[in-house]
């Protein structure tokens, strides 16, 4: 079924070279999740990883945002650390928050890091992409996704995802060599399972670095930099936009511009056009209004997104949040964003 006469495929790619375009394509981080009651009648019955897992679970929650708020793209619903399970780190997802068993402390836990053939081991994910683009059609485009290296990195070392990476900056700065191995070894794996969703059907893929802005530029260059151009080399092949998301964007902006993404995709903290001087104009932007501005009265949502367009023209700009929707945010809320997002560019030129 068809689920929108829009192209907005070809808005989106377009948007991502450079080109003109009628107006700013808009999706949402995380927009598959807890804030949409169609997606807790789902949860309801089935655990997270098993959503992560059967593919028409997956491609069930990653459409419903499309259907729901009318977003202009759709990102397959998975989640980051589906490659350190793969790389043979147990994986569970209780309540609290996702645990990696046998966290990688010393350099025998490196080494015993392994390969996977992703077209076997995590075909769900390609699976879930292939009926996504099934459903949705050759207009929509369909995003894949995995963790930049040095934010996997992290989990894997401090085994849960709560917040504290004190452990792996501190490994960072003891035995950076043996990090580098590490990162070097996700971005192998990286690269690889990327190309098996492209090679399902996703048209653009983006990386998320939640924790590069705990880094130094000096530490930033030396260890994360090179490992994210190792992927998104390895992908340049296949054609398709490489979206870079950073938190902490700010002070990493032209390192970021150096990693092959045609995209960069900065947090609230980042000044869209202070991010259009220092990328250059030949860089796409994403973003970047601040989440909890949806938890706001509507006109403040649509003011949010008319000014991050202002900022940076509509030429180049893909509009997102600089984060995560937040799980209370109201529906009719995002909605607004998404509708605020779409009708910018025509209202500033009546």
């Not at 977003?71 to 309540?95: H, K, N, Q, Y």
């Not at 085994?159 to 501190?170: C, H, N, P, W």
Request: a neutral charge; glycine letters at 8%.
């Amino acid at each position: 079924m068809m689920l929108s006469a829009e192209n907005t495929k070809e808005l989106f790619l377009r948007a991502c070279r450079c080109e003109l375009t009628e107006r700013v394509p808009v999706w949402i981080m995380r927009q598959a999740g807890r804030y949409l009651p169609e997606y807790q009648a789902v949860r309801a019955h089935h655990t997270f990883l098993e959503i992560c897992k059967t593919p028409e679970l997956a491609a069930e929650v990653s459409i419903q945002p499309h259907r729901v708020l009318g977003v202009d793209a759709i990102i397959v619903f998975s989640d980051i650390l589906i490659v350190a399970e793969a790389m043979g780190m147990p994986l569970e997802v209780p309540d609290s928050g996702p645990v990696l068993g046998n966290p990688v402390r010393d350099a025998a836990a490196v080494r015993a890091l392994r390969d996977f053939d992703p077209e076997r081991e995590t075909r769900f994910l390609g699976d879930a992409i292939r009926t996504i683009c099934k459903e949705a059609g050759p207009s929509v485009p369909v995003i894949g996704f995995a963790a930049a290296p040095w934010t996997l990195a992290c989990y894997m070392i401090e085994g849960r995802t709560r917040g504290d990476i004190s452990r792996a900056k501190q490994m960072l700065r003891d035995e950076p060599g043996l990090v580098r191995d590490l990162l070097a070894r996700i971005a192998h794996a990286t690269t690889a399972y990327l190309q098996m969703q492209i090679a399902a059907g996703a048209s653009v893929v983006q990386l998320f670095d939640t924790w590069a802005g705990e880094l130094t530029q000096t530490e930033y260059d030396s260890a994360e930099l090179p490992a994210i151009q190792q992927i998104l080399q390895g992908l340049s092949g296949a054609r398709v936009p490489k979206i870079l998301y950073t938190k902490g964007s700010a002070r990493h902006l032209e390192s970021m511009a150096k990693s092959g993404a045609e995209v960069l995709s900065v947090d609230w903290n980042t000044d869209l056009s202070e991010a259009r001087r220092r990328a250059g104009p030949r860089i796409a932007l994403q973003g970047n209004v601040d989440p909890s501005k949806l938890l706001g009265p509507a006109e403040e949502i649509r003011r949010a997104a008319r000014e991050a367009i202002e900022k940076t023209g509509g030429t180049g700009h893909i509009l997102n949040l600089g984060h995560g929707i937040l799980p209370a945010t109201p529906v009719e809320s995002a909605r607004a964003f998404v509708e605020a997002g779409k009708n910018a560019m025509a209202a500033a030129r009546r």
